[in-house]
């Protein structure tokens, strides 16, 4: 009954769009920005792969060459910090295991907090290298980050729980 549930909402999502091979990449954003947990589900590829007429293993193929993509649940804020070379100088190494730390993830909880609330990531220059480090949370760039700076943030999206 769920899965049903879930093809109709796949299916409402790629009705969106023209059955064409360019509108793919836009296709799978949309499904993934859908899902509360920031994923792309297995009844998600399959849907798509039957809407553009294309295998399960060539959506397979795009949802994991692209690393905006995942394939797993995710907290409901990522946090992605930039590991390009002037942030990375600058220390994100170190604020990722921070991180990492402050909130207990270990690959037993499989990169979710246990309140559900965060990921993390890496990613490629923000573009913001003049203020690094940096990272982003969920579309909202951050920079010039401390652990002090990093504990506020946190403690603002868990008070607030606000959307970014
Ligand atoms: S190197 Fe991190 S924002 Fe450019």
Do not use: W
Request: proline share 3%.
């Amino acid at each position: 009954m769920q899965n049903n549930k879930n093809d109709e909402n796949n299916f409402e999502i790629l009705n969106q769009f023209r059955p064409e091979r360019t509108e793919i990449l836009k296709a799978l954003h949309s499904l993934q920005n859908a899902n509360p947990q920031h994923y792309i589900s297995s009844d998600a590829m399959k849907a798509v792969a039957k809407y553009f007429n294309i295998t399960l293993g060539q959506v397979y193929g795009i949802v994991t060459y692209y690393s905006m993509f995942s394939t797993k649940p995710r907290g409901k804020y990522i946090i992605r910090l930039c590991k390009s070379p002037v942030c990375y100088m600058k220390g994100s190494f170190n604020l990722k295991n921070y991180l990492e730390e402050h909130l207990q993830l270990t690959a037993s909880t499989e990169n979710i907090s246990a309140d559900g609330l965060f990921t993390i990531e890496t990613t490629e220059c923000l573009g913001h290298c003049e203020q690094a480090p940096a990272m982003m949370v969920n579309n909202t760039i951050y920079s010039n980050l401390t652990r002090e700076k990093i504990d506020e943030i946190l403690h603002a999206l868990k008070t607030n729980n606000y959307e970014l």
